[in-house]
């Protein structure tokens, strides 16, 4: 606000007639109300500070609304009922608004466990009551939940559910960086006729925000109505975007496309100014790549087919993408299922899958797998595809089963395996637990996580349905009792996420959960694993902790390192 009115001033002064000019009282008032310091200061920000590079808050001034003002926004959501994936409306009841607002912009990009990638997007999807929460009755525009909700979904890649939630929830955006929202996910949508026809229409009531100013610009180039670039100088990418023909941003360049502001960022990927180089990206490079460019890779029509797979199966792995989402965008699965002749179409899937190992994307095989006989399978892939089948809830038909006790008994470790598995997968145990035999179970036949395994079945009640066997071995073994000691970190944690849930504040309980599991599985403490499951069913997510806990566990299992 104090750049434009400090450069109306000067407009205003290089434009009058010399008649005014030479009338210092007028402008002398007008400098009367602005401080020595915040002159000072005005004037030296342009070699100080690249304005639209800090395209966030900075360029809205801080606005207060009432509360009811946001109140429709703050309760919306996509989700609305349990059964199409809400979490209740009564998720944020006798909760704090400082609370929720912090732990909502800390929400971290990957987790430790399977799953919880979906709940955190459920989490921001649900549409709730914030009749009940505490805090004050005006609000910072900008800081309401919606608008957080909306920045965390668009942080995560989830663009095509935050543009469902905004345009479902908004006609016309009470605060400016609600607005600017709303654009930029009409950019990443690649639409920028339909942005700058918005820019139009609501636009004008944003004109004191860098961001709408410098989009006005931009759709002037770009509809042809105006060639003032004065305020796009300190924008190098968009001047070369309207100026060079041939400007390309390499899509291997993902720190340069992450530095730039939101506005260029939409622009490059609108206008189509990415250059894929599909024989240069490696496994390693994919799987660096930050999940908002991930996703807005995924969803560019430009994005050559030799990297849709390998995309899609990295966002996929992440949980950025469920099953059915990816299903329905990725040819070889669509290919696979239309043939028509069973054999054919087996013969085609375990080619394939012969190479995968990721058990998300196998998972995503399901539907597929369950229709297979596995008579010609060996014992490797028959624990593969079981596994896959178990990691997607779906459940194994007979002769798989069949398959598995027939391996099991001659392997002791995969016995091992299916007996933890047994213990809680929804269609009952596979394997007899007092059968006897025909070898002893020793430490090397146990899981090399068994502290973690053993953790998620304490929580969930389940412990009592493995193996004795499986149980004697592991009580034996002292280095593989669970330490006592993580350290304070691992204690604050577990205290925040006890705490919210005795408490019975829902949405908090979510929240800990989410921020105490993030990171690497492998370093979670068996403890915190505990805690977070039992204390998500404590506040009546039961089935969304057994959905995560047998995901965990098949994950576990099959990803085994141990001897």
């Known amino acids: 606000?104090?750049?434009?009115?400090?450069?109306?001033?000067?407009?205003?002064?290089?434009?009058?007639?010399?008649?005014?000019?030479?009338?210092?009282?007028l402008f002398d008032m007008l400098l009367d109300e602005i401080t020595e310091s915040t002159l000072e200061e005005l004037t030296r920000l342009p070699e100080t500070v690249e304005v639209e590079k800090v395209e966030t808050q900075q360029d809205v001034p801080a606005v207060t609304l009432p509360l009811e003002a946001l109140a429709p926004y703050e309760s919306a959501g996509s989700y609305?009922?349990?059964?199409?994936?809400?979490?209740?409306?009564?998720?944020?009841?006798?909760?704090?608004?400082?609370?929720?607002?912090?732990?909502?912009?800390t929400l971290p990009a990957t987790h430790s466990l399977p799953g919880l990638a979906q709940f955190q997007k459920r989490l921001l999807l649900t549409q709730a009551d914030i009749g009940d929460l505490d805090g004050p009755k005006e609000i910072e525009a900008g800081q309401d939940l919606f608008t957080l909700r909306l920045e965390k979904l668009i942080d995560h890649g989830w663009y095509d559910e935050a543009y469902k939630l905004y345009t479902d929830t908004v006609q016309n955006p009470p605060h400016a960086q609600l607005a600017k929202i709303g654009i930029l996910l009409i950019l990443y949508n690649g639409d920028l006729p339909t942005a700058c026809l918005e820019e139009k229409v609501i636009g004008a009531d944003y004109t004191h925000t860098m961001f709408?100013?410098?989009?006005d610009a931009v759709c002037g180039l770009e509809?042809?109505?105006?060639?003032?670039?004065?305020?796009?100088?300190?924008?190098?990418?968009?001047?070369?975007?309207?100026?060079?023909?041939?400007?390309?941003?390499?899509?291997?360049?993902?720190?340069?496309?992450s530095d730039l502001t939101p506005l260029e960022r939409g622009l490059v990927f609108s206008k189509g100014r990415i250059q894929y180089n599909d024989n240069l990206f490696s496994e390693e490079i994919i799987r660096d790549i930050p999940p908002h460019l991930l996703m807005?890779?995924?969803?560019?029509?430009?994005?050559?087919?030799?990297?849709?797979?390998?995309?899609l199966r990295e966002a996929l792995i992440r949980g950025l993408l469920t099953g059915p989402q990816f299903r329905k965008r990725d040819e070889t699965y669509k290919d696979i299922q239309a043939l028509q002749d069973p054999e054919e179409r087996a013969e085609k899937l375990a080619t394939y899958l012969s190479t995968e190992s990721s058990l998300p994307v196998l998972a995503?095989?399901?539907?597929?797998?369950?229709?297979?006989?596995?008579?010609?399978?060996?014992?490797?892939?028959?624990?593969?595809?079981?596994?896959?089948?178990?990691?997607?809830?779906?459940?194994?038909?007979?002769?798989?089963?069949?398959?598995?006790?027939?391996y099991a008994l001659?392997?002791?470790k995969n016995y091992v395996y299916f007996q933890i598995v047994s213990a809680i997968a929804e269609n009952g145990s596979f394997l007899?637990?007092?059968?006897?035999?025909?070898?002893?179970?020793?430490?090397?036949?146990?899981?090399?996580?068994?502290?973690?395994?053993l953790a998620i079945l304490e929580s969930l009640g389940a412990k009592k349905g493995l193996d004795e066997k499986v149980l004697m071995v592991y009580e034996k073994q002292s280095d593989l009792t669970e330490p006592s000691d993580y350290g304070m970190q691992t204690d604050s944690l577990e205290n925040d996420i006890k705490t919210a849930a005795q408490e019975e504040r829902t949405g908090l309980t979510v929240l800990n959960v989410l921020k105490a599991l993030d990171g690497d599985k492998t370093n979670t403490p068996p403890s915190l694993i505990r805690v977070a499951l039992s204390s998500l069913q404590n506040v009546g997510y039961i089935d969304d902790a057994r959905g995560i806990a047998q995901k965990t566990i098949v994950d576990i299992i099959t990803n085994d390192k141990g001897e």
Not at 212 to 215: A, C
């Open 80 to 105: 609305t009922t349990i059964i199409g994936g809400s979490l209740g409306k009564a998720v944020w009841k006798d909760h704090e608004r400082e609370d929720i607002t912090e732990k909502l912009k």
């Open 212 to 215: 709408f100013r410098k989009l």
């Open 296 to 311: 807005l890779y995924v969803r560019d029509d430009r994005l050559p087919d030799s990297l849709k797979t390998s995309f």
């Open 432 to 453: 007899e637990k007092n059968k006897v035999l025909p070898f002893e179970l020793t430490e090397a036949d146990l899981p090399q996580n068994m502290a973690q395994l």
């Open 223 to 257: 509809l042809g109505t105006s060639d003032n670039k004065t305020l796009l100088q300190d924008n190098e990418t968009i001047l070369n975007i309207y100026e060079e023909d041939t400007f390309m941003i390499p899509a291997l360049d993902t720190q340069r496309l």
């Open 410 to 412: 001659t392997n002791p």
């Open 1 to 25: 606000m104090r750049l434009w009115l400090l450069t109306g001033l000067s407009f205003c002064i290089l434009c009058a007639p010399a008649s005014a000019q030479e009338d210092a009282n």
């Open 364 to 406: 995503a095989f399901a539907p597929l797998l369950q229709a297979m006989t596995p008579d010609q399978t060996t014992q490797d892939v028959t624990l593969k595809y079981a596994a896959a089948m178990l990691y997607a809830h779906k459940a194994l038909p007979e002769t798989w089963q069949s398959h598995i006790k027939t």
